[in-house]
């Protein structure tokens, strides 16, 4: 099994500061596109910014300026550093990973198979 958990989130006035840890776990063979997505209440979740394996870069309109994503390939890690937030960015924070990995198939055909993980979220609330 490969997991992905999220740490970091929490309560922060306007104008703070928080970073957002994602570190996956499990028969991994590589990750690709790591990302953070949101979702805030009644709303559908977006995307906020991600990164690719060559180390680009992409962010939603809404958070660029303020969000920086970073990733950690030895530690199968992504981060995303929130500065300047605002109350709009209260949301549950998710990870998303595109990852190649062992399944007992795979292992069997020595070749690791795609698969998308999410983790399972971490809230983030900001104070006006």
């Known amino acids: 099994q490969v997991q992905l958990v999220e740490s970091g989130g929490g309560l922060v006035q306007a104008g703070g500061s928080l970073k957002l840890s994602c570190v996956a776990s499990?028969?991994?063979?590589?990750?690709?596109?790591m990302e953070w997505y949101r979702q805030a209440p009644g709303k559908q979740r977006e995307r906020v910014a991600g990164?690719?394996?060559?180390?680009?870069?992409y962010y939603a309109d809404s958070v660029k300026g303020r969000f920086t994503i970073s990733r950690d390939d030895p530690k199968k890690s992504v981060y995303l550093q929130m500065n300047s937030l605002k109350a709009t960015d209260t949301a549950v924070y998710y990870c998303?990973?595109?990852?190649?990995?062992?399944?007992?198939?795979?292992?069997?055909?020595?070749?690791?198979?795609?698969?998308?993980?999410w983790g399972q979220g971490t809230p983030v609330t900001i104070s006006e």
């Open positions: 998303r990973a595109d990852a190649r990995v062992w399944t007992p198939a795979g292992i069997r055909d020595s070749r690791p198979q795609y698969l998308t993980v």
């Open positions: 499990g028969n991994i063979f590589e990750i690709n596109d």
């Open positions: 990164i690719r394996s060559d180390g680009n870069r």
